[in-house]
């Protein structure tokens, strides 16, 4: 396990996946992640990549050739590499193998750089083509926040406040793909008031996300995170059924439209690298 440290937060991460497994603030003394519960689902924050979501028959054609990928990609479930630049920095890298180039066939270097910066987490993915050819990707995150974090509150106590959206407008998932059906939640004030039945049909899945942060708070008192990101065109919101926590997933990219026809290249929010180019995206979380 790797620890960072400063005045204000713990965080625990480990190098199977990258993966965050613990966000603590030492003012208010609560738990802010996700204990990863297997009861209810054994990740806390899996990085998405080289895909988001489910491939249509878990699979994708390029350049004549057809590959097979798991919903979500692979990345979360290869160790990393890392190096522990300060108490309150550490960045962890992953590039392409034997294994990975059967399965995806680009060489690629993935970057998850965690720093605290007084009470906030910031998480920057850097993707690095160091191929000959294009790269053709997608990358999302997938933090889950427990909920409830505080004692004498109940899940009906949160709520998400959007810092621009008045009503959302989602995607409904079939089997895991994305399909032609929305539906929209009108806001009270902002607010999507938060309750299990919610995600009982999968993640609500946002294509036109206008807000770029997303506070997660209660109505019994004032602890709670804003959730800032930049530049994703997608979001999703999920939790499993009837579990203490709610993810909160900025994504560039999204699960394969039922109508897909499987070519990558066509694919809906599909990142095309130019090769020695990098590319670079943000998310934190502030705690207080």
């Keep these: 396990m790797i620890t960072l440290e400063n005045d ?7 190098a199977k996946g990258a993966e965050l497994q613990s966000l603590y603030s030492k003012e208010t003394q609560i738990e802010y992640l996700w204990n990863g519960d297997p009861e209810y689902w054994a990740k806390h924050s899996p990085v998405l990549f080289p895909i988001v979501g489910s491939l249509k028959n ?25 190096e522990k630049v300060n108490e309150t920095e550490v960045v962890f890298t992953l590039t392409q193998s034997d294994e990975t180039l ?57 709520y998400l406040a959007f810092n621009t959206d008045d009503k959302l407008t989602y995607w409904t998932l079939d089997d895991g793909l994305v399909a032609n059906e929305t539906k929209i939640i009108e806001l009270d004030g902002h607010k999507l008031n938060l309750n299990h039945d ?3 049909n999968d993640a609500l899945v946002f294509k036109t996300l206008q807000s770029n942060c997303i506070s997660l708070l209660n109505d019994k008192n ?27 997933e900025p994504w560039c990219g999204v699960a394969d439209g039922v109508n897909h026809d499987q070519n990558l290249a066509h694919k809906e929010g599909i990142i095309t690298l130019n090769p020695g180019n990098n590319w670079e995206r943000f998310w934190e979380v502030e705690c207080f």
């Design 222 to 248: 004032d602890y709670g995170l804003h959730f800032h990101f930049e530049d994703f065109p997608f979001f999703g919101i999920w939790a499993a059924v009837d579990a203490p926590f709610v993810c909160l």
């Design 58 to 82: 878990e699979s994708f054609n390029y350049q004549g050739e057809n590959y097979k990928l798991p919903r979500h990609g692979f990345a979360r479930d290869h160790v990393f590499s890392f």
């Design 102 to 158: 059967k399965v995806y066939p680009f060489y690629f270097e993935l970057k998850l750089k965690y720093k605290l910066i007084d009470r906030k987490l910031n998480l920057t993915y850097e993707v690095i083509n160091t191929g000959n050819d294009e790269m053709l990707f997608s990358i999302g995150a997938h933090p889950a926040f427990a909920v409830p974090n505080t004692p004498n509150t109940a899940y009906e106590d949160y």
């Design 8 to 14: 204000y937060l713990k965080a625990s991460l480990t």
């Design 198 to 200: 919610l995600f009982y």
